[in-house]
């Protein structure tokens, strides 16, 4: 069988590599980034069929599921490639250019909310209230101190981050009833 890409969509290519998915097209398709990836068995994230939508050009194949953003970004697959094709770039290029057409799941909406409010990407005040139930010392995280969440979102708020992800300055945490720095 003879694979004609002359035809394929070049844009989302040439958009990966200018976010940092420079070696894409190091990879010719052998699965080893697959075979390390620990959700790739549960989840619809398949590194290998993602480089290939890529060099494709498959860009709706690719940036309207939520497959990309369930990757841990381990960087397993970078470890395992042969061809040092990087495809966790990839997956991270793909990630900035489906949040700048607006496709982004909820939760990691959410997570990017907690991180900019908070200083965590989940809520932690359960954890806090137990330790205090146990006497156990106090938690000292980001959240714990409002300096650190200022530091936190001054550098947030010098990237487009807040654009992209959607982050909110009126935004409540769900379920626990969480202020930063009670």
């Known amino acids: ?3 004609v890409l002359n035809n394929a969509n070049k844009d989302l290519v040439n958009k990966v590599i200018e976010y940092g998915g420079e070696r894409v097209y190091e990879c010719f398709q052998c ?3 697959a075979s390390g990836c620990p959700v790739a068995s549960d989840t619809d994230h ?3 069929r993602t480089m290939h939508q890529v060099l494709l050009g498959l860009d709706e194949q690719i940036l309207d599921k939520k497959a990309i953003w369930l990757c841990t970004t381990c960087f397993m697959c970078l470890e395992r490639c042969p061809q040092n094709a990087g495809p966790t770039e990839v997956v991270f290029a793909l990630r900035r250019i489906s949040a700048e057409k607006g496709i982004i799941p909820e939760a990691q909406i959410e997570v990017a909310n907690n991180i900019y409010h908070l200083g965590h990407a989940v809520t ?3 954890g806090i209230k137990l330790r205090d139930k146990v006497k156990a010392p106090p938690l000292s995280t980001a959240g ?3 300096k650190y969440i200022d530091e936190i979102q001054k550098i947030i708020n010098l990237t487009n981050a807040v654009k992209l992800l959607k982050i909110k300055k009126d935004w409540k945490p769900k379920g626990d009833e969480v202020i930063a720095c009670d």
């Open 1 to 3: 069988m003879k694979i």
């Open 31 to 33: 699965g080893m980034c």
């Open 46 to 48: 398949k590194i290998k």
């Open 124 to 126: 932690v005040q359960k």
């Open 144 to 146: 714990s101190n409002k």
